[in-house]
């Protein structure tokens, strides 16, 4: 069974950075595709940035160029250097695995964390 925690959310001014972090666990030999997700109160989970085995990344226009996300394949870590904050990046920050090969086969499905809180404060 493949894990996910999240950490490193917490409160910022705007402008700010903050850093989320999440480790996946279990029987993984490797994951083709890791990404955060966002849900802000109100509204619909919205995919914030997803990154590939092979690197290639995919970011939502509305943090494109103030977000970078990463991962280490070898420690099954990906990361979201999230910088210049604003109010609306207001949201639990979920990080995400789709595609896992294990000991015990290749698991399609994603998989999910339970979140971490981020707050940009005005």
């Known amino acids: 069974q493949v894990q996910l925690v999240e950490s490193g959310g917490g409160l910022v001014q705007a402008g700010g950075s903050l850093r989320v972090s999440c480790a996946a666990s279990?029987?993984?030999?490797?994951?083709?595709?890791m990404g955060w997700y966002r849900q802000a109160p109100g509204k619909q989970r919205e995919l914030v940035a997803v990154?590939?085995?092979?690197?290639?990344?995919n970011y939502a226009d509305s943090v494109k160029g103030r977000f970078t996300i990463s991962r280490d394949n070898a420690k099954n870590t990906v990361s979201l250097q999230m910088n210049s904050l604003k109010p609306e990046d207001t949201a639990v920050y979920y990080c995400t695995a789709l595609g896992v090969y294990s000991s015990s086969g290749y698991y399609p499905a994603d998989y999910w964390g339970r979140g971490t809180q981020v707050t940009v404060s005005s």
């Open positions: 990154i590939t085995s092979g690197g290639s990344t």
């Open positions: 279990g029987s993984i030999s490797s994951i083709n595709t």
